[in-house]
């Protein structure tokens, strides 16, 4: 299905009269404060995640589904399609993190890894790509860490630094290459984000980033909706992470 064009041959607007944004891992933490901020500045938005609740309303819907599946991306984008006839914006923020030392990491973990933070991205952002093209425009937003830019002995991830540092990469790539046809791509580099309210689990943390606290999830969310406004801005990784890219 492709998106109704206005007067001008430019894509139509929703049904509803909203942009469409899809966020994926968007049942909980940082995913679910995404859906919440898309939809306060005015968005519909289409969430998947394998434990993801029902909810079919005017401007929210959602897939439960398993984004390390091709499958999970064709029903998103057909369901994005059938009820709001355009997509505008994608966040790819599901990912798995599993620190360990190097030669600790097991088969099942690579799978795992490899899965979600690669194959994942790859089938549901190639399909949205595509309907982007057809429409003229839109937005991608990939989520990665800054353990990619600044390794630390105290936190190996290899694998981490791996999968996320390939979709740093592919940002930039994928900026490139769409930029005349309307499509940015753009990502966030996250350092330490307090999802949880254990404040055990975060213990010395907060000294990982120069400005000396944790991030919070509204942080993420505020840069995530600066770059979908920020229409100059393509190929970019903002750094969400207190400074820990910058140095110590």
């Known amino acids: 299905m492709t998106s109704p064009l206005d007067s001008t041959g430019q894509p139509a607007f929703s049904p509803s009269g909203r942009r469409v944004a899809i966020i994926t891992g968007g049942s909980q933490g940082i995913g679910a404060a995404l859906v919440s901020g898309f939809r306060r500045a005015g968005y519909a938005v289409v969430a998947t995640s394998r434990s993801i609740g029902a909810a079919d309303e005017d401007d929210f819907l959602t897939v439960r589904g398993d984004i390390a599946e091709a499958q999970t991306a064709r029903n998103v984008v057909e369901q994005a399609l059938n009820r709001f006839g355009r997509i505008d914006c994608l966040v790819n923020d599901a990912g798995v993190f599993i620190g360990k030392s190097f030669t600790d990491y097991t088969l099942e973990d690579y799978l795992l890894i490899t899965s979600v933070n690669l194959a994942g991205f790859f089938y549901l952002t190639q399909r949205v790509i595509g309907q982007m093209v057809t429409q003229g425009r839109g937005h991608v937003v990939n989520v990665t860490t800054s353990l990619v830019d600044n390794a630390d002995s105290k936190t190996p991830a290899v694998l981490t630094a791996l999968t996320k540092g390939g979709l740093a990469a592919a940002t930039r790539s994928l900026a490139i290459e769409y930029a005349s046809r309307g499509i940015r791509v753009n990502a966030v580099a996250l350092g330490v984000i307090r999802t949880m309210d254990d404040a055990a689990s975060y213990a010395g943390m907060a000294n990982l980033h120069p400005l000396g606290r944790l991030g919070e999830i ?31």
């Open 218 to 248: 509204g942080d993420v969310v505020d840069g995530v909706l600066y770059l979908e406004q920020a229409t100059f801005v393509t190929g970019e990784t903002l750094h969400i992470d207190g400074g820990q890219a910058a140095g110590h």
